[in-house]
């Protein structure tokens, strides 16, 4: 079986590196490990250095360009997609508009989030919404 394709919320990210153990930080050694590969667009990297520079501190990063260089870490790691159609209002938060077009631009068959309720249409087009625990239970890394 292929590896599923995969987007991850900033907000699992930030939980990986506020506390190195737990499910969202095992989902980043699978993804550093090379045995997934998240998949992105340039507004949810965009996203992602954002919230690593205002979140260094409780992530254990020194300083900005530290910060930034994991959200450069996590580019090079990465699927890159181009957004050609917006979907904000199939969610329920539209400043999370950008990590749903991002899964749909990707084809993603999960989306990576502790904030499922904000996708409710997430089924309509083929994503499963799952929480890192929920993610790694369903490919048999729990």
Known sequence: MDAPRIVIDTNVWVSAFR??????????????????????????????????????????LESLEEASALARVIATLAEGHDIYFLWRTFVADPDDAHVFEAAVAARADYLVTFNKGDFPSADRFGIRLATPYEFLSDVGEM
């Open 19 to 60: 506390s190195k153990r737990g499910a969202s930080w095992e989902l980043a050694q699978l993804v550093t490990d090379g045995r997934l590969m998240p998949h992105v667009s340039v507004p949810l990297l965009f996203e992602h250095e954002k919230i690593f520079r205002r979140e260094r501190e409780p992530m254990g």
